[in-house]
């Protein structure tokens, strides 16, 4: 068997990486400033391996183990001068955990371990401290209470509270040696009749039973929940770090504190800190004395503020990174009991990687990678005033960033209303459809109680950069009465309601936001990153609106448009759902000749913003049926407009009715069928770029895309037809054209039979989202019911429509860009399913050698650092 005990200063491994894998985070760096001649009180690590073994082996503790144990514990004895167990100079020791990432709170700790009915005297009378000591042992008791004999807490802590209430005093600090002394008895009660055996009175006994409970915890509910959440892997487990206590709270001249070496919040290169004289570490955190500002130390402890500023800057030159300190002072002598990276908001992480390149202690590529490119959305977005008080009455899915607050609206058309009288709202569905896409925009933020990540509320809201909460099934909608509950709460039509995006809470009433500001270092890291990246970034958009904002975030084309959308405005719905309900090809064509001026004038927007770069048109993809007015009421109203009987319309609705409308009459198919819809939407394109000729505008190159193509069959006969438009209006307008004709890939047939459909194609790009739907069979829109339950047995890692399934949908897009070059070398590829702002996925789309990846707008400065993590990631 491998190295298992580890004395602080020896590392166990040769890189920093290693050592955190085999000694934990909190063990790896205790022993790195032991190295460094820091001041840590003696002691050693219990390798993350015997974590291993310990399950494996029917939670036994290798003999080897507790024998090397046995030994550093005798060091540790020579160095203290102190004996584990002896009556007159006792050795008092802690037990914690440490996995390889922190886990901050989720496993066990047990301290002041050693103390029993005779140490505890010879603790008194070393220390000249009764109170202290007694204190200490009644700690022991509940902490080995609660977490190896697995005693509720509250047993402990109502005898604590009853007594005082008894005394009447309010303070722990208020109680006397001889107070504590009844309290013990107490405690020691509390174990006897819990467990039927007496508080172990046995040292070794206790070292032993404590180094088991920490291993059990990681394995205990919240651990595990804590990694689910965080894709922490079961088998990393936990090491056990076993140290020398050393005090805080044995008198004036002792100390205990928390330190920053940077601002943590803001990013500024200043001491952050808190420290409590006279205390022990929990008190600093559990708000029953109000610490102080570690910067008056200063005047406080001169002495141990110098030494600790130093050891701050030592550290991070150390670790060339902001770190998270825990010391102590016992009788004016300082000791470190923790450094660690520490957490920080998405601004600081900037601001800290910024600075730290200045200060030259890492390099603009390091610092590229220390940005964890999914925080960036909290600079983009408003977010919650994190002091305000919040109620929250539901949760989901956390859709789309940002928080919002509006009164609840139940209809697209409401909002609409509401936004006209200066109202915001909360767009409140049990899920969204096309439909409800003017409410969308009207309302301030979107919560749905049905759908996932790709649904088309959160697919929307994203686009929009709205908040979205999405798949909150806890709520229960009633439409006709215009209330929704969740649990107790019901709220009406104009509650007022916050959502959080970010998080997926939804709360009562509005909570405050704040509007994050770039600052000059964002576009500092985002030069940086474009400077690594080979991946161009591009957008999905559709809107004028939506194009600047992705402009003005550094996109460098459109890689989706999807013209679908340009349908449902108010004023071209009607002549959309007049060309879907046409029973002839004239009065199909009479319908879309109404259809061609808008749609051109759309792309001359967009062309006109985009300015000469690419720009990726799809055209039409939904089932024709989407578009169909759904009430009696809506029918009504189209049947007058459209001058036709309810019946008529009711019976076309019918007959498009299909059973799997994301398998049906949809995508190229439509081409297929009713090729005027397809050469409409052409010949708009090409009229807008006759028009920006025309207005001198710098014209760009549109890559037009056929959707949802299995064979080359599709694309080829697609393929002509749009080079016969092209031939059409470059006559008619008398000016040359230049444009591309690609494909998407979102069937794994045509990602099989690439090399085919290659022939006709100038590009592919990655539909990823019908592509993993139709990878695995699971409806995109309706796999929030058992995502959970897949997550939670571990048949998925991650929701494969979040992150790519690299092993599956991966594998076809690796054939696909492998046969689909094969044939035709030049060929273009991209990606512009939701997983082009992934950052897992866009790591893939590095490997896998794509050209680009496109996203909504919000996500672009996401995806262009993440495309730099990808290549500097890859080159390591
Ligand atoms: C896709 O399927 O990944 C895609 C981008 O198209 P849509 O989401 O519009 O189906
Ligand atoms: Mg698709």
Excluded at 262 to 275: D, M, Q
Excluded at 345 to 361: G, P, R, S
Excluded at 455 to 469: F, N
Excluded at 605 to 623: A, C, S, Y
Aim: proline share 4%; hydrophobic share 35%; net charge positive.
């Amino acid at each position: 068997m491998d190295k298992l005990v580890y004395r602080f200063n020896n590392l166990g491994g040769t890189t920093d990486k290693k050592s955190k894998d085999v000694l934990g985070g909190k063990g790896a760096n205790l022993a790195q400033m032991a190295k460094l001649g820091l001041p840590v009180p003696p002691g050693f690590t219990i390798s993350t391996k015997v974590c291993e073994y310990f399950y494996k082996n029917n939670k036994k503790i290798p003999k080897k183990v507790i024998n090397q144990s046995k030994k550093e514990i005798n060091l540790i004895e020579k160095i203290t001068k102190n004996k584990f167990g002896d009556s007159s100079n006792p050795l008092l020791i802690s037990v914690r955990s440490g996995s390889r990432v922190s886990m901050p709170g989720m496993m066990d700790t047990i301290l002041n371990l050693g103390l029993n009915d005779k140490t505890v005297i010879g603790l008194k009378n070393k220390t000249r401290n009764g109170r202290f000591a007694k204190d200490s042992y009644r700690r022991l008791i509940q902490m080995y209470g609660n977490v190896v004999l697995g005693i509720e807490s509250h047993y402990f802590e109502e005898l604590i509270e009853n007594y005082k209430l008894t005394k009447g005093v309010i303070q722990d600090t208020e109680l006397t040696e001889e107070d504590w002394d009844g309290l013990i008895k107490n405690f020691k009660d509390v174990v006897k009749e819990k467990t039927k055996k007496e508080f172990p009175q046995n040292v070794n006994e206790q070292l032993l039973k404590s180094i088991g409970a920490v291993f059990l915890s990681w394995n205990s509910k919240r651990a595990k929940t804590y990694r689910k959440i965080n894709y922490i892997p079961d088998h990393w487990g936990t090491a056990v770090n076993v140290q020398a206590m050393v005090f805080g709270n044995m008198g004036e001249d002792c100390a205990t504190g928390v330190a920053f070496t940077r601002n943590p919040s803001n990013g500024k290169k200043e001491i952050f800190g808190e420290y409590l004289i006279n205390a022990q570490g929990e008190d600093v955190v559990a708000g029953t004395r109000t610490p102080k500002n570690l910067l008056s130390m200063s005047k406080s402890i001169p002495k141990i503020f110098q030494q600790l500023k130093k050891i701050f800057k030592q550290l991070e030159k150390k670790y060339k990174d902001m770190q998270d300190i825990e010391f102590t002072v016992e009788n004016n002598k300082l000791w470190m009991l923790q450094t660690r990276s520490g957490k920080r908001t998405a601004k600081a992480a900037i601001k800290i990687a910024v600075d730290m390149v200045q200060e030259k202690l890492i390099s603009n590529r390091e610092a590229i990678l220390r940005i964890d490119p999914n925080t960036l959305d909290t600079l983009l977005h408003p977010t919650l005033d994190e002091k305000a008080e919040k109620k929250v009455i539901a949760t989901g899915l956390p859709a789309s960033p940002g928080a919002a607050s509006g009164k609840v609206t139940f209809s697209a058309d409401d909002a609409e209303r509401l936004k006209e009288q200066m109202q915001e709202t909360i767009l409140v569905r049990i899920e969204t459809s096309p439909e409800d896409i003017n409410g969308m925009h009207a309302a301030k933020g979107i919560l749905t109680a049905r759908g996932g990540m790709t649904s088309h509320a959160a697919v929307i809201a994203r686009g929009m950069g709205k908040p979205c909460v999405s798949g909150s099934s806890e709520i229960k909608i009633d439409y006709k009465n215009k209330v929704f509950k969740s649990g107790d709460y019901e709220i009406k039509e104009g509650d007022v309601i916050t959502i959080d995006g970010g998080s997926g809470k939804v709360m009562f009433g509005k909570v405050p936001t704040v509007k994050p500001d770039i600052t000059g270092d964002f576009s500092k890291i985002m030069s940086w990153a474009d400077q690594y990246r080979k991946l161009k970034v591009r957008t999905n958009s559709e809107t004028p609106a939506d194009t600047r904002i992705a402009r003005d975030f550094g996109a460098e084309g459109i890689g989706l448009c999807r013209t679908e959308h340009m349908f449902f405005d108010e004023k071209r719905i009607i002549s959309v759902r007049q060309m879907i309900l046409s029973k002839t090809l004239e009065d199909r064509k009479e319908a879309l000749a109404k259809l061609l001026p808008y749609q051109k004038n759309d792309f001359v927007e967009i062309f006109k913003i985009m300015n000469g770069l690419p720009v990726t048109v799809r055209l039409l993809d939904p089932p024709l049926h989407e578009f169909l007015p759904k009430t009696d009421k809506d029918i009504d109203d189209v049947a007058k407009e459209l001058n036709m009987s309810h019946n008529d319309i009711k019976s076309r609705i019918t007959e498009l009715h299909e059973q799997n409308p994301m398998l049906g009459h949809r995508g190229c198919r439509l081409g297929i069928s009713f090729p005027e819809i397809y050469h409409m939407q052409c010949e708009a394109i090409f009229e807008a770029l006759a028009e920006c000729k025309k207005k001198r505008i710098k014209l760009v190159i549109p890559e037009i895309m056929i959707p949802l193509v299995s064979t080359a069959a599709e694309i080829q006969i697609l393929r002509n037809l749009v080079n016969n438009t092209a031939k059409e209006i470059q006559k008619k307008r008398s000016i040359k054209i230049k444009y591309y004709v690609g494909t998407m890939i979102e069937l794994p047939r045509a990602a099989i039979r690439a090399k085919d459909i290659a022939k006709y194609a100038d590009f592919f790009s990655f539909g990823t989202n019908d592509l993993t739907q139709t990878t695995y069979g699971i409806s995109r829109d309706d796999s929030g019911k058992f995502l959970n339950d897949y997550v939670e047995n571990k048949i998925f890692n991650k929701d494969p429509f979040v992150s790519i399934d690299e092993r599956g949908v991966g594998e076809l897009i690796k054939i696909a860009t492998e046969r689909g070059r094969l044939e035709k070398k030049s060929l273009k590829l991209g990606i512009c399913g939701e997983h082009g702002g992934d950052p897992a996925s866009i790591e893939f789309c590095e490997r896998a050698k794509l050209n680009y990846i496109s996203c909504s707008p919000y996500r672009v400065p996401v995806a262009r650092l993440a495309a730099a993590q990808a290549y500097l990631k890859k080159k390591k």
